[in-house]
């Protein structure tokens, strides 16, 4: 037994796409026509990190209480972890990127760790193997990640 996928309300699919794949590296498994229950068109999108695990099904949000969903899946917690082998490069290519990090890297018991906000507005852990020094950082971008699209 595994758990296969994970849905992520978005507000668009491309943007989406292009965040998880371009930003983040995953892979884009399947991009696929399909339909709601009412019978409007969508799309079955999924993104896998590389090697497979756990992938992300980008949902575009369909009607308002969906919309509103949209960076809330968890109601403001850290919801999703994205645990890298080399924390340092990761957190750096993120951040040039634009990815917006709301809590700087810093180190815990378990290892290095950084919050991110992803395309949606959702919290993420950056997490890495435990470093004696902390990765060089910038301040901490305040632009929404809407904004930037």
């Known amino acids: ?22 930003v983040l590296g995953f892979e884009l498994v399947e991009d696929s026509p399909a339909t709601t229950t009412d ?3 969508k799309r079955w999108v999924v993104v896998r990190p590389p ?4 992938g992300l099904l980008l949902a575009r949000a369909d009607g308002e209480r969906q919309r509103e969903a949209i960076g809330e899946q968890v109601k403001g917690r850290v ?5 890298v082998d080399d924390f340092t490069a990761t957190f750096d290519r993120m951040q040039a990127a634009g990815v917006q990090f ?11 760790v950084a919050v991110f906000l ?15 020094t902390p990765p060089q ?11 930037q699209q």
């Open 1 to 22: 037994m595994r758990l296969d996928l994970v849905t992520i309300v978005v507000e668009e699919y491309e943007p989406a796409i292009g965040f998880f794949t371009e």
């Open 39 to 41: 019978g409007q068109p």
């Open 51 to 54: 090697g497979g695990g756990t």
């Open 79 to 83: 919801g999703f972890f994205l645990q």
């Open 102 to 112: 709301v809590r700087s890297p810093r180190s815990e018991v378990y290892g290095q």
């Open 118 to 132: 992803d395309i949606a507005g959702n919290r993420w852990d950056l997490l890495g193997p435990l470093q004696t």
């Open 137 to 147: 950082t910038t301040p901490l971008q305040t632009t929404p990640p809407q904004a």
